[in-house]
DNA sequence: TTAAAAATTTGATTTAAATCAAGGAAAAAT
DNA sequence: ATTTTTCCTTGATTTAAATCAAATTTTTAA
């Protein structure tokens, strides 16, 4: 069936479930339901019942909290491979965040229960949550020492290095758009677009469109660490 | 024995261990070690090799972050019952953060191996991991939305709030100094300070030394969720 | 108890980033 | 292909909080 094809292929993919066995992978497979959503949908609100967790398949997710005002905070950005709301399975009852979409997506969803009754008669699945769970621990302690730490531009130095796969990759292309990537810096679309300039000026990198080059890596690098 | 004794009762207050049987309670007083230490001393460092986590079992410790400049964000405080460094069990290597006491601090240590074989041999623990996990993951994200989608008065207003349980208990005493809440909450000790003189001028609170007293909850709630 | 050290408060000034405002470029829809 | 809408850029101004500086209070230690 295609579908089992197309879910297995990505968890065989994702860092959650890479290393199980195939039998394990199979049952997954079985247990997820496809869902598919059109660009800029909401996937699930603040507050709403807590059903189960989503393994992106194709396309990008966002995270995000909002302000009672109306500002938004992006927690994560989600592709191909990432798990969310995974804090389900920690026995939340409902989401804590808002989750939408940022392209056409496609998901696999699990519910809570099915999966843990899984987990239960496969306990080596455990672990891998674990390593999961301390994953996004890591992240979010990041996010904090990001947004608390260091100044705009430093932020977005740091963001860029980390697309550049530390440096390797001098050249790449953005996969979301500049005014998502200033709410997860958590910064104006306006700040942004002054950095880029200022870093361009610098001649620290040149940005296009999506397309991003690392002028002086050396630069950038030191930058971030100093 | 003592020593038993002491780790047993506030294993039983953890949420991590409150609904374990007795038998895996008694295992788990055995694996421990009980560690003490003084005021201001540092625990683990950033980038040291995690051997093991942490329950605290007397005294307040903090988690925190800092940069390159040596500037402080404090990503957690914990007391009696608390437990922290639990990422090593999803497989880290070292720790991503700082941790330094308080006050004078009796912790229980468990190293990872032996705990983790524990949990092999008894998989209904991994529930309760799996919660603390996830209890964590949504204290970081409230700490994101506090830092970043709240001014500083805001902040400090849902700290109070938190510590007063929701309002249910109007007066209280603050457990760590006031230049401490500065770095948990993302702001200068002046800022602090000229915070509290504000609020006291509006008669939303009174703070002399460690004693807090709400004067008017209802303005509070009202400020901290608008 | 008193001296020394540390923490807190208050004042003056600076600064990083937000906001407000408007124009230009790119993307999407017709 | 052209219009419409959304996104991005640039400029001027404001603002929240940091920094710098110094006095005062509290805590710790001799």
């Known amino acids: 069936m295609n579908k089992s094809f197309d879910v297995l292929s990505t968890l065989k993919k994702s860092s959650l479930f890479q290393n199980a066995p195939q039998n394990i992978l199979t049952e997954l497979a079985e247990l997820a339901t496809v869902l598919k ?32 005002k109306g500002k938004e905070q992006i927690i994560h950005i989600l592709g ?5 709301a995974e804090i389900v399975l920690g026995g939340a009852e409902t989401y804590p965040v808002y989750a939408q979409t940022l392209s056409k997506v496609k ?18 699945i455990a672990l891998n949550l674990l390593a999961l769970f301390a ?4 992240t979010l302690v990041k996010q904090i020492e990001n947004l608390t730490l260091k100044g705009a531009g430093e932020r977005l130095l740091s963001y860029l290095w980390d697309l550049s796969k530390e440096g390797k990759q ?8 500049k005014s998502q ?18 870093f361009k000026d610098e001649e620290i990198l040149e940005i296009k469109g999506k397309k991003v ?12 660490s100093s």
Chains 1, 2 share one sequence.
Request: net charge positive; glycine share 8%; aromatic share 12%.
């Open 107 to 124: 998901l696999a969803f699990f519910e809570k229960q099915k999966f843990l009754n899984l987990v239960q008669r496969k306990p080596e």
């Open 213 to 224: 080059k690392l002028i002086n890596p050396e630069k950038i690098k030191n930058f971030i």
């Open 170 to 177: 001098s050249i790449f292309t953005l996969n979301i758009s």
């Open 80 to 84: 191909p491979g990432d798990v969310f």
């Open 181 to 198: 990537i200033a709410l997860l810096l958590g910064i104006t679309p306006e700040t942004l677009s002054r950095l880029i300039q200022k």
């Open 135 to 138: 994953g996004k621990l890591k």
């Open 37 to 68: 959503f059109d660009k800029n949908q909401e996937i699930f609100g603040e507050g709403e019942k807590a059903l189960g967790f989503f393994l992106v398949l194709d396309g990008m997710v966002k995270i995000y909290k909002l302000s009672p």
